[in-house]
T-cell receptor
Framework: EAGVTQSPTHLIKTRGQQVTLRCSPISGHTSVYWYQQALGLGLQFLLWYDEGEERNRGNFPPRFSGRQFPNYSSELNVNALELEDSALYLC??????????????FGPGTRLTVL | DAKTTQPTSMDCAEGRAANLPCNHSTISGNEYVYWYRQIHSQGPQYIIHGLKNNETNEMASLIITEDRKSSTLILPHATLRDTAVYYCIVRVTNTGNQFYFGTGTSLTVIP
C-alpha cells in the first residue's frame, strides 16, 4: 500500500512569491494535516482538513491556506513568501476524522527555501 | 493536550535495548500516549501508541505505568538505523486532531 506522497520534494522561491505544495493521502484516509518544521525546530501544526472541510488551523497568518479535494488530496498555499517560511512542510493523513482515536502517517515532506 | 518531558539526548550501544523515558504527569484519562521518530529531515514515522495497557509491535514495546504518569519506549535490539529523534506525545482526539510535537529525545546508537 502506498504511503503519503508529497510534491515537489524541494522548492526554491524568492520573497514575495507564492507557492503551492501538494499531498496525496493514504488510500481510504479522509483526514489530511499540514505541519511546518523550520530548521532545528519542532513540528508546528498548520492545518487540518477532513471530508473536504477545514477543521482546525494553527497559529499561522492567513497567507497560509489550503484546501482538500473530493479525492481527499490536499494543497497548501503560501502567499507573499517571507524568509522565515523556509522549512520542511509535512503532510500527514489518518483514517478517522473527528471522533475516533487515529494514527497520523506522515509523508516525506517538501523542503521549501525562500531566498 | 498534556505536556510531556523527555531527556534531550541518549546514547545506546548497538544490539542493546534502548529505553526511552517520557513523563506525562498531567495526562488525562482519555489521552493516548503516542511515539513517533524522525530520522534526519524525513517525515516522522509512527512507532506505537497505547492508552492503559502495555503494547508491543514489530518495532517496539510501550510500557505505561499504572498511574499513567510516565511511559517507556523500548527498542529491544537497537541498530544504527534507529538513530533518530524520538517524540512522545499524549493526545486526546477531540482537540483539533493535531499532534503537538515537543523537542523529543535524540537517540544515537553507537557501533
Amino acid at each position: 500500500e502506498a504511503g503519503v506522497t508529497q510534491s515537489p520534494t524541494h522548492l526554491i522561491k524568492t520573497r514575495g512569491q507564492q507557492v503551492t505544495l501538494r499531498c496525496s493521502p493514504i488510500s481510504g484516509h479522509t483526514s489530511v494535516y499540514w505541519y511546518q518544521q523550520a530548521l532545528g525546530l519542532g513540528l508546528q501544526f498548520l492545518l487540518w482538513y477532513d471530508e473536504g472541510e477545514e477543521r482546525n488551523r494553527g497559529n499561522f497568518p492567513p497567507r497560509f491556506s489550503g484546501r482538500q479535494f473530493p479525492n481527499y488530496s490536499s494543497e497548501l498555499n503560501v502567499n507573499a513568501l517571507e524568509l522565515e517560511d523556509s522549512a520542511l512542510y509535512l503532510c500527514a493523513s489518518s483514517l478517522a476524522g473527528q471522533h475516533s482515536p487515529d494514527t497520523q502517517y506522515f509523508g516525506p515532506g517538501t523542503r521549501l527555501t525562500v531566498l | 493536550d498534556a505536556k510531556t518531558t523527555q531527556p534531550t539526548s541518549m546514547d545506546c550501544a548497538e544490539g542493546r535495548a534502548a529505553n526511552l523515558p517520557c513523563n506525562h504527569s498531567t495526562i488525562s484519562g482519555n489521552e493516548y500516549v503516542y511515539w513517533y521518530r524522525q530520522i534526519h529531515s524525513q517525515g516522522p514515522q509512527y512507532i506505537i501508541h497505547g492508552l492503559k495497557n502495555n503494547e508491543t509491535n514489530e518495532m517496539a514495546s510501550l510500557i505505561i505505568t499504572e498511574d499513567r504518569k510516565s511511559s517507556t519506549l523500548i527498542l529491544p535490539h537497537a541498530t544504527l538505523r534507529d538513530t533518530a529523534v524520538y517524540y512522545c506525545i499524549v493526545r486526546v482526539t477531540n482537540t483539533g486532531n493535531q499532534f503537538y510535537f515537543g523537542t523529543g529525545t535524540s537517540l544515537t546508537v553507537i557501533p
